[in-house]
């Protein structure tokens, strides 16, 4: 696969999980890529893995992304290596998952800065120059809880509907500079963290203090009685990162087995 030959592509919060399934779908795909986490561990091997993916050129960043020093630093990382960036893939994120009068300030802060901050930091560091260039992919990755109201994720979806409502606004304002805004909205994925809570050890089931298994609850609540899978995700954002998806702007895109339609 070759849809994404000759595009420069960012990628936040990389080093595992749904960034990296993104990082290597878009390398599979022939961009070159700068990817980012707010640490620096495995960002080399990353790198080479995506190379070896497919990816003619690949750098890694270490930055905190929700400042804005961070966030102009990766920038300027990516225009060292490659001189421009036509994808920008706002993923980076992770918020404290607790019932809402549980959180202290610190918590509900540090889950506005990682979701919230880090995309509106990256955004306004990355546009200037697509809009300079009349062409341009911002994608959001959001999060399905903000329409079905998980439990504990009340913090969490503050910041994520942040996130989703943040391209509304953006794509109405610069749709005519030839940049587009989209969110992916993931269900549950099927993430290395979740992959571990899998288990049917009643040690592991304690240490998530889960009371329902994990396979039980997509069973009652996703129609497809499944998890969706990291590189499915990955898939959609390689679409609208795509020449093909140049009508589609200003979205939120769901990707969840049918547990959530409009």
């Not at 091997?45 to 990766?74: N, T």
């Not at 610190?106 to 995309?119: H, K, P, V």
């Not at 998980?150 to 910041?159: E, I, K, L, V």
């Not at 391209?167 to 549950?188: C, D, I, Q, R």
Request: glycine content about 10%; hydrophobic content about 45%; aromatic content about 6%.
């Amino acid at each position: 696969m070759a849809g994404l030959s000759g595009k420069i592509a960012v990628v936040t919060g990389a080093a595992r999980g749904i960034g990296k399934a993104i990082a290597m779908r878009l390398a599979q795909e022939g961009a070159a890529l700068a990817v980012s986490d707010i640490h620096g561990d495995g960002l080399d091997v990353l790198c080479a893995e995506l190379e070896a993916a497919g990816s003619p050129k690949a750098i890694g960043h270490a930055a905190d992304l929700s400042v804005e020093e961070g966030a102009q630093a990766l920038f300027a990382a990516a225009l060292a290596a490659h001189a421009r960036v036509d994808i920008l893939v706002n993923n980076a994120g992770g918020g404290v998952i607790r019932p809402f009068l549980e959180h202290t300030p610190e918590t509900l802060r540090q889950t506005i800065d990682r979701n919230l901050w880090t995309t509106i930091w990256c955004t306004r560091a990355f546009l200037p120059g697509m809009i300079d260039r009349h062409h341009g992919r911002v994608i959001n990755i959001g999060a399905d809880s903000v329409h079905t109201g998980t439990y504990s994720h009340a913090g969490y979806n503050a910041a994520k509907g942040g996130v989703h409502a943040l391209v509304t606004g953006l794509a109405f304002e610069f749709a005519k500079e030839g940049v587009t805004f989209n969110v992916v909205s993931p269900g549950g994925v099927l993430t290395e963290d979740l992959q571990a809570m899998m288990s049917d050890d009643p040690a592991t089931l304690a240490k998530y203090k889960m009371s329902v298994h994990p396979r039980d609850v997509a069973k009652r609540e996703i129609p497809a009685q499944r998890f969706t899978e990291m590189w499915e995700v990955a898939a959609y954002v390689a679409f609208l990162a795509s020449d093909d998806a140049g009508a589609v702007n200003g979205q939120v895109h769901s990707i969840n087995g049918a547990q959530w339609m409009m």
